[in-house]
């Protein structure tokens, strides 16, 4: 089995920041691309941010200069750094990884269990 947990969600107040953490366990022999979505009330699943294992970024133009997403390979962890957090980016954030299992084998996606991240006075 794999899990992601993620942690880092809460509350924070237009202007702040806060980091999102992600890790990865259990039968996985590498991990390819990992990434954040979120998803807002009322709205749909949308990419926020994504990594390849070789260290390429991607941002979705809401949040480009504003977050950052980073992994470390020998933690198997995404984290993701939200700056001057906006009322908009209040959501559920979700972590998703591509990753195999064995050697040559085929990829699997998993998703996190999502944490909220609410920003509001």
């Known amino acids: 089995q794999v899990q992601l947990v993620e942690s880092g969600g809460g509350l924070v107040q237009p202007g702040g920041s806060l980091s999102l953490s992600c890790a990865a366990s259990?039968?996985?022999?590498?991990?390819?691309?990992m990434g954040w979505y979120r998803q807002a009330p009322g709205k749909s699943r949308e990419l926020v941010s994504a990594?390849?294992?070789?260290?390429?970024?991607t941002y979705a133009d809401s949040v480009k200069g504003r977050f950052t997403i980073s992994r470390d390979n020998i933690k198997n962890t995404v984290y993701l750094q939200m700056n001057s957090l906006r009322a908009e980016d209040t959501a559920v954030y979700y972590c998703?990884?591509?990753?195999?299992?064995?050697?040559?084998?085929?990829?699997?996606?998993?998703w996190g269990q999502g944490t909220l991240v609410t920003v509001s006075e």
């Open positions: 990594i390849t294992s070789g260290g390429s970024t």
């Open positions: 998703n990884v591509l990753l195999v299992k064995q050697s040559g084998g085929p990829q699997f996606q998993y």
């Open positions: 259990g039968s996985i022999f590498s991990i390819n691309n």
